[in-house]
């Protein structure tokens, strides 16, 4: 069956600092994954996506993704932190016409 | 400009009562999914529809929970006889087409807490 597994449940960085959330996805197709961030109380908004071509993949808000077909992996990097990063971010695979996501992972920086 | 637009925010309703979520897509959207949010955890599917037309129900559950997306109007999420553990974030997304490979919006979802 397909799966997401965020291993990390809560990383705390100082603002500034670099940044990689892991992601770790079980699908027998080549997947379509994605990352999304969560803010308080708020909905889902895409950082970026990964179907096919370039395996680094760049996003919104100085965000990028590495897909690695030999690890199942598509971990989400930042090179420099900002306070306002601080938030829930949930790696998914896209599954023939739904979405399936991780457990997210916390996000906390301190100043 | 509007994005996929969910009503309402808040729904607080007592155990045995109706709870009615609504979900507007993003314009040129004709693809609806809903999704369930509990404390803690990640989004779980629902149910995927297009107009007037259920696609995949496979995440809703057997009984109390049903969905439409009528020709007119927006998507509504049914829950009859709501119990405690209803409690949740409901989310909405829509894309144009359906296909995996198109991401999905979200909407800021629907919290909805049982008393």
């Known amino acids: 069956a397909q799966s997401v597994t965020q291993p990390d449940i809560h990383i705390t960085v100082s603002e500034g600092a670099s940044l990689e959330l892991r992601c770790n996805y079980s699908y027998g197709a080549t997947p379509y994954l994605f990352w999304y961030v969560q803010s308080p109380g708020q909905g889902l908004q895409l950082l970026l996506k990964y179907f096919s071509g370039d395996t680094l993949v760049q996003g919104i808000k100085g965000f990028e993704a590495e897909f690695k077909r030999s690890q199942s992996s598509f971990n989400l990097r930042k090179p420099s932190v900002h306070w306002s990063d601080a938030a829930e971010y949930f790696c998914a695979v896209g599954n023939t016409d739904k979405l399936i996501f991780g457990t997210g992972t916390r996000l906390q920086v301190f100043p | 400009n509007a994005g996929v637009m969910q009503n309402p925010r808040h729904l607080v309703r007592r155990r045995g009562q109706e709870a009615r979520l609504r979900c507007s897509p993003m314009?040129?959207?004709?693809?609806v999914y809903w999704y369930r949010q509990l404390p803690e955890e990640g989004l779980k599917f629902m149910v995927y529809l297009q107009k007037e037309n259920i696609i995949d129900e496979s995440g809703m559950p057997k009984e109390r929970f049903s969905a439409e997306f009528p020709k007119e109007g927006p998507s509504i999420l049914r829950i009859q006889q709501v119990v405690r553990g209803d409690s949740a974030a409901y989310f909405c997304?829509?894309?144009?087409?359906?296909?995996?490979?198109?991401?999905?919006?979200f909407g800021d979802g629907t919290r909805l807490s049982i008393l």
């Open positions: 997304a829509s894309s144009p087409g359906g296909r995996p490979s198109e991401p999905q919006h």
């Open positions: 314009k040129g959207h004709s693809h």
